[in-house]
C-alpha cells in the first residue's frame, strides 16, 4: 500500500524566508505527483504537477522536484509572503484514477 | 470558471438520517471522485467514477452510496448516518492522469 509522508506537521517562519516543504512515497512506481495548497475551510487549490518522467517543475516563486527512485518530492516557495500561510499537500498518482495523500504540513508566515 | 461545485457547503444531521451531497463539474471531465477529510488522517477516496455510467469503490465506500448521474454531476449519498461520518467532503474530477480540481467541500456534522 502505498504511504505518503510530509513532514514537518507544521512550519513557521519570517516573511522573506525561502520554505522547504518535503513530501515522501513508498512505492516509485507512480504516474504523477501533485502538490496543493489549502486555506482553512476552503478546498484544494492544485499548484504544480510533475510527471514521473520530469525532474522538476516551476511556477512562480513556487518550484517542485521529483526524485521517483528514493520517493521524495520537494516544494520551495522561494522569499516567502504572509500571503502564503495555508496548508500544503502532496498528492501521488498511482493510476488513472487513485491519488493517495499526504496529511500535510501547515505553513504560518509571520509579517 | 465554476469549476467543481458542491452542495450544500454545511448540513447537520441527526443519527440515521440521510442526505444526499451533490457535485458538478463544467471542465468536461471524464473522471470524478469523492473524498472525506479528517484532521490527522489526510484524504481518503470514498469512491470513484471513470466516466460516465460507471462507479467504483475507494478506500472507505462503507455507508456512502454514490451516482453518476451524467457526465457532469456525480452525487454521495449517506442513506443513515452516523456519527463516524462527521467530516468534509470534498468531490474532486480530472481527466485521466492530469490535475485534479476539487470542489469548496461539505462540512457535515452528525450528531
Known amino acids: 500500500k502505498q504511504e505518503v509522508t510530509q513532514i514537518p506537521a507544521a512550519l513557521s517562519v519570517p516573511e522573506g524566508e525561502n520554505l522547504v516543504l518535503n513530501c515522501s512515497f513508498t512505492?516509485?512506481?507512480?504516474?504523477?505527483l501533485q502538490w496543493f495548497r489549502q486555506d482553512p475551510g476552503k478546498g484544494l487549490t492544485s499548484l504544480l504537477l510533475i510527471q514521473s518522467s520530469q525532474r522538476e517543475q516551476t511556477s512562480g516563486r513556487l518550484n517542485a522536484s521529483l526524485d521517483k527512485s528514493s520517493g521524495r518530492s520537494t516544494l520551495y516557495i522561494a522569499a516567502s509572503q504572509p500571503g502564503d500561510s495555508a496548508t500544503y499537500l502532496c498528492a501521488v498518482r498511482l493510476n488513472d484514477y487513485k491519488l493517495s495523500f499526504g496529511a500535510g504540513t501547515t505553513v504560518t508566515v509571520r509579517a | 470558471n465554476a469549476g467543481v461545485t458542491q452542495t450544500p457547503k454545511f448540513q447537520v444531521l441527526k443519527t440515521g438520517q440521510s442526505m444526499t451531497l451533490q457535485c458538478a463539474q463544467d471542465?468536461?471531465?471524464?473522471?470524478m471522485y469523492w473524498y472525506r477529510q479528517d484532521p490527522g488522517m489526510g484524504l481518503r477516496l470514498i469512491y470513484y467514477s471513470a466516466s460516465e455510467g460507471t462507479t467504483d469503490k475507494g478506500e472507505v465506500p462503507n455507508g456512502y452510496n454514490v451516482s453518476r448521474l451524467n457526465k457532469r454531476e456525480f452525487s454521495l449519498r449517506l442513506e443513515s448516518a452516523a456519527p463516524s461520518q462527521t467530516s468534509v467532503y470534498f468531490c474532486a474530477s480530472s481527466e485521466a492522469r492530469t490535475r485534479a480540481f476539487f470542489g469548496q467541500g461539505t462540512r457535515l456534522t452528525v450528531v
Open positions: 471542465m468536461n471531465h471524464n473522471s
Open positions: 512505492d516509485s512506481a507512480i504516474y504523477n
